[in-house]
């Protein structure tokens, strides 16, 4: 996993190939630099434009969000000078509860799928890593494959067991399968993790007389903490914009999280209130942009290395 | 080895012994209490339900009544269902157009973006930022604005005199938007791409340019050879996901599929017949079928990976 060299998204950028220390360029006809230079302008305005484009739309929600309902749509542009909090008030409000409640919803589900997760996952990994134990390669197969393996095969008999459970309209579904390392892709990451600390460490500590408990906890899990960040980071994205489970699983309003709440906007759309939609829309957007400036690094290092998004 | 090459062996051809673990007794008492979250998992969340589903696949069971046992029934049926074809008609779509498009951005993007290129960590987060907002619901409620009669793009169009359609209400425009929403999100594979290219060492690239070998030789040469695993991994992943998608095509059409069916993906016609019908039975064995179909996918992919990625190792 360490070999995987990315630069921290806030690091200065790494000196250039074509710096003067290299004397070929020093030595390369002016024309040809001069070339050189024209490819990397039109290369920037490329990427500049294709920027501009991909990002304008989520720039347009969060002014259209602050602009009066009947200017959204009459001006695209992302220039105006009405700008108001109304979208903000009224839209708080109009989901049948103060979206408060939907925040807080949110949370509880997203903390308890973080804790669940982080239990878990770093135990079964360690058990993969470290330990040597009968069956161990089928079971770490049959780990990958549920990484693979479509919900929907498994989606009528888990809804029925929590159906019969009486859990159906609490949050117990959405949370305690994350305490079962459901998602194995997290224990995948941790055992590469794992497998990348160097042995010493291990012996060391079982000389030093360090059952698995010990080594698990005061030697695995705090060398571990880029994995536990990246774990933690993704799981609270996932969370916070799952609406798959949330939709099966909950029925009420009193209990939707953010997700479910904007759908909303969408089934009563005859009302039209796109200015609270927007404004809604812009402020359950507002958690996942702060883990993305946060946790940027871990974000970029976890997708390098595991190919999840 | 590098981690990245590790992966794809792990994950993709399960040919691997296993991990790696240097002391040789083994440990089954410890290795099975820290495995037993997971285990108690797999059994109570994944391999009974599969079994079950598996069951139920052969029954008619809609939750108030007990399954009643009807064979192959749901199958047949599901031959003759003409919302189930088109359904799969749109999700193959939707995969065979959007991933691959998806992709080739992805590689373009991260090739452009060149080792100690001025701006990289600046346009890397721009690119990355929407594919990870790209699945949430407030995206797809601005998928439904922006290629609304009024939107961005309608608006954007009127400059050239263009009277553009409400391309989420019309059936022959409304899968593109959302193909276009996947494309959008090319940038988690492009910093899988950009890992990928960092891996290629800069001593092949100077061989190269002794041998005076063009950019466009050393690309075809060096780079993409050298990342072909890496393309195949993205493929075969972004592949399995695609058909998985749910949450864009449920909020574009108001859980609908419309208009027409025509962003009726299979994911969303299997909800609607277990929450909706509550053809629980039916739904199950559509569950069955689209797992056989992924497998197949997944399948041709390996077979055809023999044929164009390349090893070094």
Not at chain 1, 36 to 49: E, F
Not at chain 1, 113 to 142: H, P, W
Not at chain 2, 209 to 224: E, K, N, P, V
């Given at each position: 996993?360490?070999?995987?060299?990315?630069?921290?998204?806030?690091?200065?950028?790494?000196?250039?190939?074509?710096?003067?220390?290299?004397?070929?360029?020093?030595?390369?006809?002016?024309?040809?630099?001069?070339?050189?230079?024209?490819?990397?302008?039109?290369?920037?305005?490329?990427?500049?434009?294709?920027?501009?484009?991909?990002?304008?739309?989520?720039?347009?929600?969060?002014?259209?969000?602050?602009?009066?309902?009947?200017?959204?749509?009459?001006?695209?542009?992302?220039?105006?000078?009405?700008?108001?909090?109304?979208?903000?008030?009224?839209?708080?409000?109009?989901?049948?509860?103060?979206?408060?409640?939907?925040?807080?919803?949110?949370?509880?589900?997203?903390?308890?799928?973080?804790?669940?997760?982080?239990?878990?996952?770093?135990?079964?990994?360690?058990?993969?890593?470290?330990?040597?134990?009968?069956?161990?390669?089928?079971?770490?197969?049959?780990?990958?494959?549920?990484?693979?393996?479509?919900?929907?095969?498994?989606?009528?008999?888990?809804?029925?067991?929590?159906?019969?459970?009486?859990?159906?309209?609490?949050?117990?579904?959405?949370?305690?399968?994350?305490?079962?390392?459901?998602?194995?892709?997290?224990?995948?990451?941790?055992?590469?993790?794992?497998?990348?600390?160097?042995?010493?460490?291990?012996?060391?500590?079982?000389?030093?007389?360090?059952?698995?408990?010990?080594?698990?906890?005061?030697?695995?899990?705090?060398?571990?903490?880029?994995?536990?960040?990246?774990?933690?980071?993704?799981?609270?994205?996932?969370?916070?914009?799952?609406?798959?489970?949330?939709?099966?699983?909950?029925?009420?309003?009193?209990?939707?999280?953010?997700?479910?709440?904007?759908?909303?906007?969408?089934?009563?759309?005859?009302?039209?209130?796109?200015?609270?939609?927007?404004?809604?829309?812009?402020?359950?957007?507002?958690?996942?942009?702060?883990?993305?400036?946060?946790?940027?690094?871990?974000?970029?290092?976890?997708?390098?290395?595991?190919?999840?998004? | 080895?590098?981690?990245?090459?590790?992966?794809?062996?792990?994950?993709?051809?399960?040919?691997?012994?296993?991990?790696?673990?240097?002391?040789?007794?083994?440990?089954?008492?410890?290795?099975?209490?820290?495995?037993?979250?997971?285990?108690?998992?797999?059994?109570?969340?994944?391999?009974?339900?599969?079994?079950?589903?598996?069951?139920?696949?052969?029954?008619?069971?809609?939750?108030?009544?007990?399954?009643?046992?009807?064979?192959?029934?749901?199958?047949?049926?599901?031959?003759?269902?003409?919302?189930?074809?088109?359904?799969?008609r749109v999700t193959?779509t939707y995969?065979?157009v959007g991933?691959?498009?998806?992709?080739?951005?992805?590689?373009?993007?991260?090739?452009?973006?060149?080792?100690?290129?001025?701006?990289?960590?600046?346009?890397?987060?721009?690119?990355?930022?929407?594919?990870?907002?790209?699945?949430?619901?407030?995206?797809?409620?601005?998928?439904?604005?922006?290629?609304?009669?009024?939107?961005?793009?309608?608006?954007?169009?009127?400059?050239?005199?263009?009277?553009?359609?409400?391309w989420i209400?019309d059936p022959n425009t409304a899968l593109g938007t959302l193909i276009i929403?996947?494309?959008?999100?090319?940038?988690?594979?492009?910093?899988?791409?950009?890992?990928?290219?960092?891996?290629?060492?800069?001593?092949?690239?100077?061989?190269?340019?002794?041998?005076?070998?063009?950019?466009?030789?050393?690309?075809?040469?060096?780079?993409?050879?050298?990342?072909?695993?890496?393309?195949?991994?993205?493929?075969?992943?972004?592949?399995?996901?695609?058909?998985?998608?749910?949450?864009?095509a449920?909020?574009v059409?108001?859980?609908?599929?419309?208009p027409?069916d025509s962003t009726m993906f299979?994911?969303?016609?299997?909800?609607?017949?277990?929450?909706?019908?509550?053809?629980?039975?039916?739904?199950?064995?559509?569950?069955?079928?689209?797992?056989?179909?992924?497998?197949?996918?997944?399948?041709?992919?390996?077979?055809?990976?023999?044929?164009?990625?390349?090893?070094?190792?």
């Amino acid at each position: 996993m360490t070999t995987v060299k990315q630069a921290p998204a806030a690091a200065p950028p790494a000196p250039s190939p074509r710096a003067p220390s290299n004397p070929d360029a020093v030595a390369r006809p002016p024309r040809r630099r001069a070339r050189r230079s024209t490819i990397s302008v039109l290369k920037h305005a490329g990427l500049i434009t294709l920027s501009v484009v991909m990002i304008y739309p989520l720039i347009w929600l969060v002014v259209s969000s602050f602009k009066p309902n009947g200017e959204i749509f009459t001006n695209i542009s992302i220039f105006t000078n009405n700008l108001t909090l109304d979208n903000y008030v009224k839209g708080w409000s109009s989901q049948g509860a103060p979206f408060s409640l939907f925040l807080l919803n949110s949370s509880i589900i997203v903390v308890g799928a973080i804790i669940g997760n982080l239990i878990s996952c770093s135990l079964a990994a360690y058990a993969f890593a470290r330990l040597n134990f009968r069956f161990r390669t089928l079971f770490f197969v049959l780990m990958l494959g549920t990484i693979m393996l479509p919900i929907h095969v498994v989606l009528v008999p888990q809804f029925i067991i929590f159906k019969e459970l009486g859990w159906l309209g609490t949050f117990l579904p959405l949370i305690v399968p994350k305490f079962l390392a459901a998602d194995a892709f997290f224990v995948f990451l941790m055992v590469q993790f794992i497998r990348a600390l160097p042995n010493e460490i291990f012996e060391a500590a079982r000389i030093d007389g360090a059952g698995h408990l010990r080594s698990f906890v005061q030697v695995t899990l705090p060398l571990m903490v880029p994995a536990l960040a990246t774990t933690a980071i993704f799981t609270f994205i996932w969370t916070w914009g799952d609406f798959f489970g949330p939709l099966i699983y909950l029925r009420t309003t009193s209990v939707f999280p953010v997700s479910v709440a904007l759908k909303g906007f969408v089934d009563q759309q005859s009302t039209s209130d796109y200015g609270g939609m927007f404004a809604m829309s812009v402020l359950s957007l507002v958690p996942l942009f702060i883990a993305f400036l946060l946790g940027q690094r871990y974000l970029v290092k976890g997708i390098a290395t595991t190919g999840i998004k | 080895m590098s981690s990245l090459g590790e992966l794809r062996n792990v994950a993709l051809s399960a040919r691997r012994r296993g991990p790696r673990v240097k002391t040789r007794f083994t440990d089954n008492k410890a290795g099975y209490a820290f495995l037993a979250p997971w285990l108690v998992g797999l059994i109570v969340f994944t391999i009974g339900p599969m079994l079950y589903s598996l069951y139920l696949a052969f029954t008619r069971y809609n939750l108030l009544q007990p399954p009643r046992w009807i064979g192959l029934d749901n199958f047949t049926q599901m031959f003759s269902d003409e919302r189930l074809w088109n359904s799969l008609r749109v999700t193959f779509t939707y995969v065979i157009v959007g991933v691959p498009l998806q992709l080739v951005i992805a590689l373009v993007i991260a090739i452009l973006l060149d080792k100690g290129m001025r701006g990289l960590s600046f346009y890397r987060s721009i690119f990355y930022l929407p594919s990870l907002l790209g699945g949430s619901v407030a995206i797809a409620i601005l998928w439904t604005q922006v290629f609304g009669k009024d939107g961005i793009v309608n608006g954007f169009l009127a400059w050239f005199g263009i009277d553009g359609p409400g391309w989420i209400s019309d059936p022959n425009t409304a899968l593109g938007t959302l193909i276009i929403l996947h494309i959008w999100t090319f940038g988690s594979p492009m910093v899988i791409f950009l890992a990928g290219l960092r891996q290629i060492p800069d001593m092949y690239y100077e061989a190269a340019q002794m041998d005076g070998a063009g950019r466009l030789r050393q690309f075809f040469s060096i780079t993409f050879p050298l990342l072909t695993p890496i393309i195949f991994f993205n493929l075969v992943l972004q592949v399995i996901f695609a058909f998985q998608s749910f949450t864009q095509a449920y909020i574009v059409s108001g859980g609908s599929g419309g208009p027409s069916d025509s962003t009726m993906f299979f994911t969303l016609y299997l909800y609607q017949q277990a929450f909706t019908q509550l053809h629980m039975g039916y739904a199950s064995a559509m569950a069955w079928f689209l797992l056989v179909i992924i497998a197949a996918f997944t399948g041709l992919n390996f077979w055809l990976s023999r044929f164009w990625v390349f090893y070094d190792d």
